[in-house]
């Protein structure tokens, strides 16, 4: 009897630990989903003007170090572009950019008196950025800049404003997405001539930007909120024209960074963004909005894309939520087929000369984790506090790194590895085409891994 009950008590204790790991695996992907919507976005061109540039960044979830912003003031150095990216607050600083003077706002408050104060001495934004909490803004002297305006608001309010502003000769200047919606800066005698904006998925990103470049436009600036970029290209009043290389949540932004140097392109602006509640909406946008939020006096819900399928999130006024995600199977790769015996429900023994049921798939030939479905379904429920406890700990282990053009990184080499679908049947699978080889070859796929 001691025995049974010594067993049944052994038995409870491990699935225990197997439920709390488990459990934690799944707040890591619903942390990860929250963190993938954060950027980095470089934006670097050649003719600057710009001398001894520099950038550092100060880790996710870290303050802004303004004693470093300080120290390079002391040393002629301004303020070009900062925003809050996948690195925390990212700022870079150069000389000869043409401003004289800098101020700047760091707190979780619209500076709307210490604006007005500035604007009387005529120095105007020239950075805007906000993190969760926090607002970072940058006051210029010479900019050359004749008058300047400001506005926040959901996209329907926003893009008529911004039409308004246009007839008047005003450009837009800088953009932050934030909790209420954007923020967007207009600006006259900026010496942009023609202006337009689009927002591109994940996906299309690409085909817009070089459509930009196609149109005759320059990418002034790239933005990145709740699954879409929103993208401003313009023309300039003294024609010109210069190369550009833009780069999305860089592994080593350090590299990234050097090798645009190398080619005598500077940084002019830093893109950032991560997921707020308030999704992009508006029939003048060129495409439809990646998220969808639904309020009731209930829960908050939102649909979200995470790891190539979708997460739905509900919000309680507790702080609790729920989370019900559905993705690929990431072990037949949506195909539905057992990754074993790739479908044949059955291997051959090369010694019994017999052919037997496939072990993983007991002869079903479908994938036995998502029951040939193609893809899996997971849901979560989550306390009060406990993700904002676990992103805070993550947090804490990542710090920041600065860097400059005399002090870069490494550069990262990477090789491409076939991986070959396992065979088990004693006869070769059906041919598959393979995009990347450009042939028909036996099933397999390319992993890519770090030296």
Not at 9 to 33: A, D, H, W
Not at 282 to 303: C, F, M, P, V
Not at 387 to 407: C, F, I, M, T
Not at 421 to 426: A, K, S, V
Request: net charge positive.
């Amino acid at each position: 009897m001691n025995i049974v009950k010594s067993k049944r008590i052994s038995f409870l204790k491990r699935n225990i630990r197997e439920v709390k790991f488990l459990l934690s695996i799944m707040l890591l992907m619903y942390c990860g989903s929250l963190q993938a919507q954060d950027k980095l976005i470089l934006l670097m061109e050649e003719q600057t003007g710009f001398s001894s540039q520099t950038w550092f960044y100060c880790g996710l979830g870290n303050e802004l170090d303004l004693k470093l912003i300080e120290k390079h003031w002391n040393e002629g150095r301004r303020i070009t572009s900062a925003a809050y990216t996948s690195n925390g607050w990212f700022v870079t600083m150069a000389k000869n950019s043409g401003l004289t003077w800098q101020a700047c706002h760091y707190d979780s408050n619209w500076p709307t008196d210490w604006l007005a104060e500035h604007r009387k001495n005529n120095r105007y934004i020239t950075s805007i950025g906000m993190s969760a909490n926090k607002w970072f803004i940058v006051v210029s002297e010479g900019t050359g800049y004749t008058d300047q305006i400001n506005n926040c608001g959901d996209w329907d309010q926003m893009s008529q404003w911004i039409k308004k502003y246009w007839n008047e000769d005003f450009r837009i200047t800088h953009a932050a997405r934030h909790t209420s919606g954007w923020d967007i800066v207009m600006s006259k005698n900026s010496g942009i001539d023609q202006q337009t904006y689009c927002f591109a998925t994940e996906s299309e990103l690409k085909s817009k930007l070089e459509e930009q470049w196609a149109n005759g436009y320059c990418l002034q600036l790239i933005e990145f909120a709740n699954g879409q970029y929103f993208i401003i290209g313009c023309t300039y009043k003294n024609g010109k024209a210069p190369m550009q290389s833009y780069n999305i949540s860089p592994d080593d932004p350090g590299t990234c960074i050097s090798e645009g140097w190398d080619n005598q392109r500077n940084i002019v602006y830093i893109g950032g963004g991560f997921n707020f509640s308030t999704p992009n909406t508006g029939s003048n946008q060129q495409l439809a909005t990646n998220n969808n939020l639904r309020n009731n006096e209930k829960y908050t819900e939102y649909n979200l894309p995470y790891m190539g399928g979708t997460m739905k999130m509900r919000i309680y006024p507790d702080g609790s939520g729920t989370t019900i995600t559905e993705t690929p199977c990431r072990l037949c790769y949506s195909s539905g087929r057992c990754s074993v015996c790739n479908g044949a429900g059955q291997y051959w023994h090369a010694y019994f000369k017999t052919w037997n049921p496939c072990p993983s798939c007991m002869g079903s030939k479908v994938c036995k984790y998502c029951q040939g479905k193609g893809q899996q379904t997971m849901s979560k429920y989550f306390a009060p506090g406990e993700a904002e406890a676990y992103l805070k700990a993550k947090r804490a282990e990542k710090g920041g790194n600065p860097g400059s053009n005399q002090n870069r990184n490494s550069n990262p080499q990477y090789t491409d590895e076939i991986y070959w679908t396992p065979n088990y049947t004693g006869k070769p699978y059906a041919d598959e085409w393979c995009a990347k080889c450009q042939k028909w070859m036996q099933p397999h796929k390319h992993i890519r891994k770090r030296l």
